[in-house]
């Protein structure tokens, strides 16, 4: 979507003044000749909210033609969907009573003269089956969808997309019975109450509906198509029951399991814990092999990626089989936070999403799993995707303004939202918690509502200033980074923390930051709080202190999405990490250690010296925690992975990858050496008892976990019995997990079991090409795979037929570009064919669907991370996406972005003409 459409959408002050002028009903007919001829007729009841007020000369309707290609977008073409337009029945003529920016997708319509309501009937006709964008009317399986967020209602019919125009819908679905392509269609949906069905005079089979509330345009959805649908009930507590649809593609049939378990567990949770009960007599939830994002929250029947839907046991890793509830829980909340009541522009998008991210983690912790392993994931989340994107970006969950919707579902506005909701938890506690999140979402029933109107409420909850500081935690950018030291006092028994807060940028205010903290005295945990820090600079002071603590323990259980650094050595944070028995702090000290070893590794490599050893006590303290009984399973498996590189990168300025790459490699297996009979022992006993049939109890599952983890790490003694492993697990698989570790460990088979390896590759190929999950299996494992050749490589995974690659699949795009970037060997190749193979597929993937070549292009605007060789052979890369013609906004606006930031940063420095943009 281009910028300047943008800016007018998203940009705040364009939401501060209501619109004189809106719909406050609208009927919308949709009428399926064939799979690829669709007439859509929206008629909008105009009315004149602030008749006092004066004209405006014109309205402006947002409207998306994605029959016109760029080019012809850009020299001035007339619309190819709009059939026609006009006001109260009265035809209107272009270029006299409105206008066309095709650019700007706007269409700019005279106000009619001596009339304060009106009705405005458009015509449009789609194409579905030709639409490879994902948005707009499209298909997927064979069947019609239509989901209106973001902001696709335009690319049906002109309409004012706004979230403050909210309107009352009358929808009429209809599709002809004779076409070959929707003659079997056995279901037409869309939002609201089914109040009539039939045959019309045309032969047509129809549906109406009528959803009386008022909503935003955003929450609507459309299915029509073929599906193998499912009915199951629940009852809430207080005796109302709803019937649950859930609807697959026909290939997909019997695979929503997962899909009902978390629905009726989110149904509970909503219900007990917050009072929120779905009023409705119907839900409806359908899977989509075809779709660009996760899952959508359209009203009441919520539409998901196959991806968080046909989950079976056999094709994804166990952790996939968590992500689906959560995901269905996910969006059933939306029918409280989003669906109940609507933000009040884009800009506010943090406000639905970080408050049901935080609902999902409370509610996935309470009913499905071992909460601190959940919080664990969080917690990653945020360290290994939010932090460095929070760099990268600086926009805070609800920012000010944006510069185009990319920017904006991101894991600031989701991950980094949800944390500072649960800090507004943590502050107030669990019980006024629900209490004030059921009040502010019944006193804002089907309105608009912001989060100043939250904040303004959590003040009568608690004392604390949140309409002022702690709002600063949504709208300011930039994350803190804390600074501690502590002092033992002997004389007055005190022990004192400093604190000091500080941002890249220093005109950020300082952060209300809750922090957990404890001291660590005799192998003990005491003295432990919560702090509120929102000053600058501050001090705890611990009274009664008897003798110096042997370490203190901060931001314990991540309390806050902050950066702490303190003044600890190594001894002390072995001794709590023996002294913590909470999975999550426990992770912290941890993964710390990890990263400053790593890091350690980096800078020998860096300046061309010897790589040093781990310390025999760092070693000691790993082989207590393999052999510790009271650590669960899955818990020791997040202990026993470091950050991945993505996060690693962050810790270092302008970053050589290969030494980054071989700083872990390194680290890996000396950790592999140092503790290699201790974890291959732990291996032997969880494969025995796991040995049997498949159990999906929740030990069997953690203990599948932890067991990968361990193969992961010994796997890099390349020995033979190492090696007969992973083929073991691989031929005795009975699950997906164990798939897929063993498919991900394949390359070690490479070189010395030429035939399994092959045997292998063979094999999984051709199982997971049954199921649509497992397909997106195989393809991330051999995407992940390291080549020579890196750009061979991935032309051969997307294009040879063997592999199963499908553009018309977002997520095929989604998962095999960044997968392969993962692999810094092939991503990192010295030539530089890995930038260009990312290039490639940015550039093939821009003809098909913006969104995916958007999230493609994305992997290359993190040059400017990279050192100086690096940045310009990636900038290189870049330059020839910028020179393609013909690309979508979506990929023109990351790339021009990225090249933009790097010119910025290296003018003035090796300036030459051949550098764009350079201002010596
Ligand atoms: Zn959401």
């Known amino acids: 979507m281009p910028k300047d459409t943008l800016e007018k959408a998203l940009h705040e002050d364009n939401f501060k003044k209501p619109l004189k002028y809106q719909p406050d009903h609208i009927d919308v007919d949709i009428r399926i000749h064939d799979t690829d001829n669709v007439d859509v007729t929206c008629v909008y009841h105009y009315k004149d909210k602030f008749p006092t007020e004066d004209k405006p000369s014109i309205i402006e309707l947002d409207f998306e033609d994605l029959k016109l290609t760029p080019d012809e977008r850009k020299n001035g073409a007339s619309p190819k969907s709009l059939l026609s337009l006009e006001i109260d029945g009265v035809k209107l003529v272009e270029g006299q009573d409105y206008i066309y920016l095709g650019e700007k997708h706007k269409i700019q319509l005279n106000v009619p003269k001596d009339k304060n309501n009106f009705t405005l009937t458009a015509k449009t006709n789609v194409d579905p089956l030709h639409n490879t964008t994902g948005v707009g009317l499209y298909m997927s399986d064979g069947n019609i969808f239509f989901k209106g967020e973001t902001m696709n209602f335009r690319k049906i019919s002109p309409v004012q997309d706004r979230t403050d125009v909210l309107s009352t819908f009358n929808v009429t679905l209809s599709q002809n019975t004779n076409a070959q392509n929707t003659q079997n269609y056995n279901q037409l949906l869309t939002n609201g109450d089914l109040v009539d069905f039939g045959m019309d005079a045309q032969g047509y089979r129809f549906v109406r509906y009528e959803d009386k509330v008022q909503k935003p345009c955003y929450l609507m959805g459309v299915q029509a198509g073929e599906f193998a649908t499912e009915e199951y009930s629940h009852t809430f507590t207080n005796g109302h029951t709803v019937k649950i649809f859930t609807h697959a593609p026909l290939k997909d049939k019997n695979k929503d399991k997962y899909v009902v378990e978390g629905i009726i567990r989110g149904m509970e949770y909503m219900d007990k814990e917050f009072g929120l009960i779905y009023d409705k007599p119907q ?149 006024k918690y629900t209490k004030l999140i059921k009040e502010y979402v019944d006193s804002h029933h089907y309105q608009n509502a912001s989060i100043d109107d939250l904040l303004e409420l959590a003040e009568q909850y608690h004392s604390y200033d949140f309409t002022g500081k702690f709002a600063r935690w949504f709208k300011q950018a930039g994350r803190a980074t804390v600074t501690c030291h502590g002092h033992y006092k002997g004389d007055s028994q005190e022990y004192v923390i400093s604190l000091e807060q500080r941002f890249k940028d220093p005109h950020n205010k300082p952060l209300p930051i809750p922090l957990g903290i404890a001291l660590c005295i005799d192998g003990q945990m005491s003295h432990e709080q919560v702090y509120l820090f929102d000053q600058e600079n501050d001090a705890i002071v611990f009274k009664n202190v008897a003798k110096e603590p042997e370490a203190y323990s901060i931001n314990r259980s991540f309390t806050a999405p902050v950066e702490i650094r303190d003044d600890q050595d190594i001894t002390q944070a072995i001794k709590l990490l023996a002294a913590e028995s909470d999975g999550v702090t426990q992770l912290q000290i941890i993964q710390s250690l990890h990263s400053k070893e790593i890091l350690k590794r980096y800078d020998a490599l860096k300046a061309g010296q010897p790589i040093p050893a781990i310390s025999n006590s760092f070693a000691d303290a790993l082989k207590t925690l393999v052999t510790r009984k009271d650590i669960a399973p899955d818990v020791l498996a997040n202990l026993l992975t470091p950050a991945p590189l993505g996060s690693l990168r962050t810790q270092i300025p302008e970053v050589t990858p290969m030494h980054l790459f071989n700083a872990r490699d390194s680290y890996m297996n000396d950790i592999c050496a140092a503790l290699y009979s201790e974890m291959d022992q732990l291996y032997t006993d969880l494969r025995n008892d796991l040995s049997g049939p498949y159990k999906e109890d929740k030990a069997s599952t953690q203990k599948r976990t932890l067991a990968g983890c361990l193969l992961k790490i010994t796997a890099r003694a390349k020995t033979d019995k190492e090696r007969q492993k992973i083929i073991e697990l691989y031929d005795n698989a009975n699950n997906g997990e164990d798939r897929i570790t063993a498919g991900n460990l394949l390359e070690k088979l490479r070189d010395d079991e030429p035939q399994h390896y092959q045997r292998i590759i063979d094999d999984l190929l051709q199982y997971m090409s049954v199921d649509t999950n497992g397909k997106l299996a195989a393809l991330d494992i051999m995407a992940a795979h390291t080549s020579a050749t890196p750009r061979a490589h991935l032309n051969a995974v997307i294009t040879d037929p063997k592999y199963g690659f499908d553009w018309a699949i977002p997520h095929h795009g989604k998962h095999v570009g960044p997968r392969f970037a993962g692999n810094y060997r092939n991503f990192h190749a010295a030539n530089g064919e890995g930038y260009e193979a990312i290039a490639d597929m940015a550039i093939e993937a821009g003809r098909i669907n913006p969104e995916v070549a958007g999230a493609i292009g994305n992997i290359l605007a993190s040059l400017n991370n990279f050192d100086a060789d690096t940045a310009a052979k990636m900038y290189k890369a870049l330059e020839r996406i910028d020179n393609t013609s013909g690309m979508p906004q979506q990929l023109r606006g990351t790339v021009k972005d990225a090249m933009k930031a790097y010119e910025e940063k290296n003018s003035g420095q090796n300036c030459s003409k051949t550098k764009p943009g350079c201002n010596p």
């Open 283 to 431: 839900y409806h939830i359908t899977s989509l092999t075809t779709f660009n994002a996760g899952a959508t929250e359209t009203k009441s029947m919520p539409m998901f990626s196959a991806g968080y839907f046909t989950t079976d046991k056999d094709f994804v890793p166990s952790s996939d089989l968590l992500a689906t509830m959560a995901v269905v829980i996910h969006e059933y909340i939306h029918e409280f936070i989003g669906n109940g009541f609507y933000i009040n522009n884009w800009l506010e998008l943090g406000t639905k999403e970080g408050q049901t991210v935080f609902l999902e983690q409370l509610a996935t912790a309470a009913m499905l799993a071992d909460p601190d392993v959940v919080r664990m994931t969080d917690m990653n989340d945020m360290v290994n995707r939010q932090f460095p994107k929070e760099d990268d970006q600086n926009l805070p969950p609800i920012p000010n303004a944006l510069n185009s919707e990319r920017d904006h579902y991101t894991a600031t506005t989701y991950s980094k939202g949800a944390e500072c909701f649960r800090m507004i938890h943590t502050l107030i506690g669990h019980d």
